[in-house]
Each structure stands twice: as structure tokens, then as C-alpha cells.
């Protein structure tokens, strides 16, 4: 087996063992805030919309508004764990419908314009379940490396695209104001109008770029839904993106109704120069009568 899948297999399997043991625990008391609201519009339209709801009314709707990213290691170092780029990126919607399943593609590349991706393992496109309008939503990920004639090669930029979502109207009265708690806490973020507090994040490993990151996650909705992940943006001290992570591993209390805590583990992910309080963290809930759920 190369050497590259060895390390990959054993990363991961170690980052799910770790995350098992620091993510929060499946919260029995949790109990929908009153009072709660109801989903947004199902994400598959009616036959009679079809033709329609693939596109917003007032333009593409979506634009990747930041992104940085951030190249771990040394380029002269051999595949090892630490062999990634850290990349982080913020979607802001710009139409008054609701965005669903919009995907978050990253082009990793190196001075020639070529990939610098070493494996398409975690090489996907990274997707949002729900964005109400007004909503800004970060995504994070990592990619693995590859290496040329013994060295490293040299992550020039990274290209973030969003396309795919499919659209539906935004004029239900069960519909949460989504920035309402991002706006009285500036450490909160919102994704599909569930609220997302970071509270800490810590740093472990021998190299320092290990992350736990504890938050808070609060859903105004009276079903559970179900979590597709959690993405973690990594900013410096002057509030520049320098990098993220993505956690796929699904904890059972992540999209309960009411509020809750959270913790996720993301191994070689965080950035030496990002600053541990600036993280943003966003959960990714789908609706319950999403059907591709």
C-alpha cells in the first residue's frame, strides 16, 4: 500500500477515535425553544415550479465573499501527517429565496495552474444544506499534498466556486430571523437559521495544528434535523480567513431542537498563525423532509 494511504488511514482513523471521545454527548433534555418554528419550503419544489426554482429571481444568489487558506509544513518534509492546506471560505446569499444544497467546490493549485492535491479522498465539493437570505455561511476544509522530484509541492492559491443550490420562496411567517442572535453575540454564526456560538478552541499535538473546538448550537426548529457536518473558519488577529476545517462525523445531539453544546476534533487543520478566538464555527443541519437525507 503507498505511503500516502498508509498515513491517510491512520490519521483518520486516530482523528475519528479522538473525535468520539471530545464530542458532546446526545442531549435527552433538549427541547424545542417557544416557540418553535417550522422548516423552511422543502428543498425539491413542486412539478409546477420545477421549472423555476433551479435559480433564484434576482441574479446567481450566491457568491463566496472570503477565503484564505494556509499551507502546513515544510515543502522539503516527505508526506506526513502535517502534509495539508488548510482552507477557509464564507458564502453570502444575495437573493430573497432560500438557497438549499448549494455546493462549495475548492480548485487547490500550484504556480502552473496544475492540482496540487496529492489524493481525491477528501476532495469534495463541500455542501449547504439551507441559506436563508441574509445569511452569510462559512465552509471549511483540508487537502492532502503531493510531492514532486522529493519536494513538496508549493500551494500557490486555492479557487472557491458555489454553484448547485436549488432555490425556493422565503414568505412563511415560520421562518426564523437568522442574524437576530449573530447580531447581539459576535462570536455566533448562522447557517440555515440555526445558531452556532464558538466558545473555545484549543490547541494540541506536537505541532500545534490539532484543533478541539467547543460551541454552542441553538435550533429554533420544533423536529430534529440532520446534521451533515460542521465547518470551522480560522481568522488571524486582524480578522483575515487563514484557513478551516470540516468535521463529517455526526453527532446524535448536533441539529436537536433548542440549544445544546457541541465539540469538534480537526486534526491538521489549524493554522499557526490563526487566532484561537476568532474561529467561527457552523453547523450544518438539513431539514427533515429534505429527501437526499
Known amino acids: 500500500m ?3 494511504v498508509v498515513v491517510l488511514v491512520a490519521v483518520v482513523t486516530a482523528g475519528a477515535a479522538v473525535a468520539l471521545q471530545m464530542r458532546g454527548q446526545p442531549d435527552a433534555t433538549a427541547t424545542p425553544t417557544a416557540p418553535c418554528v417550522g422548516p423552511p419550503d422543502r428543498a425539491t419544489p413542486s412539478a409546477a415550479d420545477k421549472a423555476t426554482a433551479t435559480a433564484p429571481p434576482d441574479g446567481n444568489g450566491l457568491d463566496v465573499v472570503e477565503s484564505g487558506f494556509t499551507q502546513l509544513g515544510s515543502t522539503s518534509a516527505p508526506i506526513t501527517r502535517n502534509a495539508m492546506v488548510s482552507i477557509g471560505a464564507v458564502v453570502a446569499i444575495t437573493s430573497t429565496r432560500t438557497a438549499h444544497r448549494a455546493l462549495v467546490t475548492f480548485d487547490v493549485l500550484d504556480s502552473a495552474g496544475e492540482s496540487a492535491v ?9 455542501e449547504i444544506p439551507v441559506i436563508l437570505p441574509g445569511e452569510r ?5 483540508q487537502f492532502w499534498i503531493r510531492s514532486e522530484d522529493g519536494q513538496r509541492v508549493e500551494v500557490a492559491r486555492v479557487n472557491a466556486t458555489v454553484s448547485g443550490a436549488t432555490w425556493t420562496a422565503t414568505a412563511t411567517a415560520d421562518t426564523p430571523d437568522a ?4 447580531a447581539v453575540d459576535a462570536a ?3 447557517a440555515g437559521g440555526i445558531t452556532t456560538r464558538h466558545l473555545e478552541t484549543r490547541r494540541h499535538g506536537t505541532d500545534q495544528i490539532d484543533a478541539t473546538v ?7 426548529y420544533c423536529r430534529k434535523w440532520t446534521s451533515v457536518g460542521t465547518s470551522a473558519v480560522f481568522r488571524d488577529d486582524a480578522g483575515t480567513v487563514v484557513g478551516g476545517g470540516f468535521d463529517r462525523t455526526v453527532s446524535p445531539s448536533a441539529c436537536l431542537p433548542g440549544r445544546h453544546p457541541g ?5 491538521s487543520s489549524l493554522p499557526p498563525a ?17 429527501p437526499q437525507q
Open 214 to 220: 467547543t460551541y454552542e448550537v441553538h435550533s429554533p
Open 137 to 141: 455561511v462559512g465552509v471549511g476544509s
Open 2 to 4: 503507498p505511503l500516502s
Open 263 to 267: 465539540s469538534t476534533l480537526l486534526p
Open 274 to 290: 490563526a487566532a484561537d478566538t476568532r474561529t467561527e464555527v457552523y453547523q450544518h443541519c438539513a431539514p427533515p423532509d429534505d
Open 118 to 126: 496529492l489524493t481525491t479522498i477528501l476532495d469534495r465539493p463541500r
Open 188 to 190: 455566533a454564526t448562522t
Open 179 to 182: 442574524t437576530r442572535d449573530a
